[in-house]
T-cell receptor
Framework: GNSVTQMEGPVTLSEEAFLTINCTYT??????LFWYVQYPGEGLQLLLK?????DKGSNKGFEATYRKETTSFHLEKGSVQVSDSAVYFC????????????FGPGTRLSVLP | SQTIHQWPATLVQPVGSPLSLECTVE??????LYWYRQAAGRGLQLLFY??????ISSEVPQNLSASRPQDRQFILSSKKLLLSDSGFYLC?????????FGQGTRLTVV
């Protein structure tokens, strides 16, 4: 079956540090890939996505590139802020029927001033 | 535009009491609907999904049930809550390529 693996953290960084959260996936087809962010006490929000190989998703300074050869979708940000403290989920969706969303376990990021 | 409403935001219930959480979606028709649970410090666990009225698929055996009485309404229920049912419950909808989440319900069973 499909699966998503990501570093579970917690990850603690100082403000303006570089962020990488690794995500790898297993899928039988050609999935779309997503990063969702969950701020404390809230639901999940879509951060960025990529729907085919070599696509780069970007939003709010975050980027992730769909790497089919390494089945990866690592999240990066060049300079984190305290407001980026949240839990980040990598996810995939393999088909257009929608019932096949698979989420990673989430990575908690804490950014210290 | 599409919006998703989930309520209540927080709930404290005694063990053995019933549960009903409701989720409604506006601005779209025939969405796929999902219930997820997030236990403290853990990832998301898919509980139920629905591709249409009256069509419910369960991902894990449990003390909970789901119903979809209308196209854009998804209800999560239990007849008797257990302590282990405590967690953060999230409703979501999709039309295929991405999922949109409600604000969640924090359930504490005491």
């Amino acid at each position: 079956g499909n699966s998503v693996t990501q570093m579970e953290g917690p990850v603690t960084l100082s403000e303006e540090a570089f962020l990488t959260i690794n995500c790898t996936y297993t899928a039988t087809g050609y999935p779309s890939l997503f990063w969702y962010v969950q701020y404390p006490g809230e639901g999940l929000q879509l951060l960025l996505k990529a729907t085919k190989a070599d696509d780069k998703g970007s939003n709010k300074g975050f980027e992730a590139t769909y790497r089919k050869e390494t089945t990866s979708f690592h999240l990066e940000k060049g300079s984190v802020q305290v407001s980026d403290s949240a839990v980040y989920f990598c996810a995939l969706s393999e088909d257009n029927y929608g019932q096949n969303f698979v989420f990673g376990p989430g990575t908690r990021l804490s950014v210290l001033p | 535009s599409q919006t998703i409403h989930q309520w209540p935001a927080t709930l404290v219930q005694p063990v053995g009491s019933p549960l009903s959480l409701e989720c409604t979606v506006e601005g779209t028709s025939n969405p796929n609907l999902y219930w997820y649970r997030q236990a403290a410090g853990r990832g998301l666990q898919l509980l139920f999904y629905s591709v249409g009225i009256g069509q419910i698929s369960s991902e894990v055996p449990q003390n909970l049930s789901a119903s979809r009485p209308q196209d854009r309404q998804f209800i999560l229920s239990s007849k008797k809550l257990l302590l282990s049912d405590s967690g953060f419950y999230l409703c979501a909808w999709s039309m295929g390529t991405e999922a949109f989440f409600g604000q969640g319900t924090r359930l504490t069973v005491v």
